[in-house]
């Protein structure tokens, strides 16, 4: 999967899942802020990763989450982890 697909895909199930409008969800977005995500919200997150990607993840993968581009990067290199191995 090509960071293109990724990225649609994610921004497909942000749409969805947090009802944020398309037009909020930039590269150099505010994560968080755009999101509006609380902790609760982050668990959420969290599952529809894991569900759409297939992968693990760390509460503490989300430490240097700040920008959609950030988030963006992260899935796609785990992503590519779990192919590799």
Do not use: C, H, W
């Amino acid at each position: 999967m090509n960071q293109a697909a990724i990225i649609e895909k994610i921004n497909g199930f942000l749409v969805e899942e947090f009802e944020v409008e398309p037009g909020k969800i930039t590269p150099e977005a505010n994560l968080r802020e755009t999101l509006e995500l609380d902790s609760l919200d982050y668990i959420d997150l969290v599952v529809v990763i894991e569900s759409n990607f297939g992968f693990k993840v760390k509460p503490e993968d989300f430490v240097n989450i700040v920008t959609f581009q950030n988030f963006y990067d992260y899935v796609a290199n785990r992503v590519s982890e779990k192919v590799t191995s």
